[in-house]
């Protein structure tokens, strides 16, 4: 089946300092690319989405200034917290889709920010 | 009204029990339906995908949606501790290009 991963799959950085995550589809060409952020217990919040070489989409909310969503090409896409401070906590999951509508999920990416 | 509801437990059975975890929506244009399954601290995994009303069946796993209510349902027969997940409903709305709604997820446990 198809692959997704992500790393890091854990990072913990200081308040003011910003990190990047990557997401890789390893085994097909991801035309989309989505960012969910979940907190404990919760479901997934769809962040954005990124189709390649084009800019993302943000949901409403979502700072575009502040998770900075890089989709360069067909297998990559980076998310990178600005400025992190520690609300900005959580797992981060990407996910990828090809031509059809199934999206394959990363392993995600636990961020502390203290 | 959320566009995917669904019931988020916690979810207690013995093992070898018929699970039943059930997710309703509110548009009746929804036609693509799945399952995800999240293992704690993990992406989520799809499990299964329905088109339209009537069963599916995989192994263990069932999916069942019925239009006429807007409901849709997973069954797990012969439940294993490793189906200790939480459960995710999912649609992608009018269109299976368009961006996954997803339920809040029911946590299962499966005691054995």
């Known amino acids: 089946g198809a692959v997704v991963s992500q790393h890091p799959s854990r990072v913990i950085c200081k308040s003011g300092t910003s990190v990047k995550i990557e997401c890789r589809s390893l085994?097909?060409?991801?035309?989309?690319m989505f960012w969910y952020r979940q907190f404990p217990k919760k479901s997934l919040m769809l962040m954005a989405t990124?189709?390649?070489?084009?800019?993302?989409?943000?949901e409403q909310g979502v700072e575009k200034d502040k998770f900075l969503i890089n989709h360069a090409s067909l297998t990559l896409s980076t998310l990178t917290v600005t400025s992190a401070h520690p609300e900005d906590s959580s797992f981060y999951i990407c996910?990828?889709?090809?031509?059809?509508?199934?999206?394959?999920f990363g392993p995600g990416t636990r961020l502390t920010v203290t | 009204q959320k566009e995917v509801e669904q019931d988020p437990g916690p979810l207690s059975v013995p093992e070898g029990a018929i699970v039943s975890l059930n997710c309703t929506y509110s548009?009746?244009?929804?036609?693509?339906f799945m399952w995800y399954r999240q293992y704690s601290r993990k992406g989520p995994e799809l499990l299964m995908y329905?088109?339209?009303?009537g069963n599916k069946e995989d192994g263990r796993f069932t999916a069942q949606v019925d239009k006429s209510s807007k409901y849709i349902s997973l069954f797990i027969r012969d439940s294993q501790p490793s189906d200790s997940a939480t459960y995710l409903c999912?649609?992608?709305?009018?269109?299976?290009?368009?961006?996954?709604?997803f339920g809040s997820g029911t946590r299962l446990s499966i005691r054995p």
């Open positions: 996910s990828a889709r090809d031509t059809s509508y199934e999206q394959y």
């Open positions: 085994d097909f060409q991801a035309t989309t």
């Open positions: 990124s189709n390649e070489g084009s800019k993302a989409t943000y």
């Open positions: 548009n009746s244009a929804f036609q693509y």
């Open positions: 329905t088109y339209s009303s």
């Open positions: 999912a649609t992608p709305g009018y269109s299976s290009a368009s961006k996954i709604i």
